[in-house]
Structure formats: structure tokens, C-alpha cells
């Protein structure tokens, strides 16, 4: 799948961080019975490339990424991992560069025009917005949306349950990342009945801007 294909399958990337990689294959079953199938699994811990190794052999449902990649090696030891797409906060030419030798697809993070124009020089046109609310959120959205008409964002940092409808209702926004599925309580009590409800809701949110009718298998 490409990233456009990816972005498609859900109005809600989870932004995941574990600290026990033993969790990862009940959350992941948690999430997909949500009808959360694309999970990000991010390397802010130590246990994340153990994560992903066990999401991708035993919940062959999810289609497993990595997440907050920083440093080029990342690529091929998520990759090897199992990963199927990678996600950065940022992007440079290092990174360019060990994406594609890698083969993963990747969604670049961007917070400025100069960041979207850099992506694009790059043939990169679809977008995580991060972090979102800091970078001007549904303001930043709405004026990239003018000079950018090309690009499509996932709006990822401060996006909850609560304004994710807002960011959805964008016309330049696919899809929206957030850690709210995946919350510390619930986490720590292995209540994964919760985590399915909170995927479940998730799942359920309209993409009013972009439109479920644009993804790839419609064009």
C-alpha cells in the first residue's frame, strides 16, 4: 500500500509508545476489533521495535508502522522488524535517503510552508501536520490549503476525541493521528474491552472535508 492508501483506511491513526512490548499483540487485537486496522507503533521506547515484531507475526489483521523515527538506521531495523510504513516528526535529506532504501513508505512530518515546500521538492505530498495545535491547527490547515491544494495532511499532536471532527471537516486532511485510543489507564490495567470502545468511536468519526469517496479505490 502506498500512503495515501494507508491514510484511507481510517479516520484515526493510533499513536502508540509501550513500555512492555507484552502488550502489544492484545492491543493491537483490541484496536482491530475496533475496526482500527493501521497502527502506529512510535520508538519514544525502548520496547518499540519489539512491539512492532510481535504486532506483525501474530495480528496479521493490523498493518503495523513505526512512528518518531529520527535517525536513518531506523528504517531497515523497523522494517526488518515487520513495519509496513514509517512516520517522522520531521524531514531531512538523511532521512529521505534511508526511507527509500529501506522501501517503506513514508509520512513526513511538517510544521511550515518552507516544510511542505521541501516535502513536495522531495515528491513527498502527503503530510503529517505536527505538531498540529502548536503549528496553528485548523488556522494553519485552512491557510496551507490555498498554496498547497496538493497536499493532504494527517494533523498529528493535541488532536483528541473532542476536536478530531474539526480537523476531519478539513478538505486537505485525510485522516488524524492521536494517542487518546491508547490511554495510560487502560494500559496499565490491560483493559483492552476499553480500548475497543474508544477504536470503536474512533472508526465511526466522518471525514466530511476530504471524503471517504476520494480515497484510491474510488479515483
Known sequence: MN??????????IPVIALEEAAQAVPLARALVAGGVR????TL?????????????QDV?????????VTRPEQFAAARDA???FAVTPGLTVALIDAARDSGLPLLPGVMTPSEV????????FQLKLFPAQQAGGLGMLAALHGPFPDALFCPTGGVTPENAPEFLAQPNVVCVGGSWLTPKAALAAN???TITALA???AALPRAGYGIERTPAAV
Open 82 to 84: 515487520g513495519a509496513r
Open 200 to 202: 470503536s468511536r474512533a
Open 191 to 193: 483493559d483492552w474491552d
Open 3 to 12: 500512503v495515501l492508501q494507508l491514510m484511507s483506511l481510517g479516520p484515526v
Open 44 to 56: 519514544r521506547t525502548t520496547a518499540g521495535l519489539a512491539a512492532i515484531r510481535a504486532i506483525a
Open 60 to 68: 496479521p489483521e493490523a498493518i503495523v508502522g513505526v512512528g518518531t
Open 117 to 124: 515546500i521541501a516535502a513536495h521538492a522531495a515528491g513527498f
Open 38 to 41: 493501521v497502527l502506529e507503533v
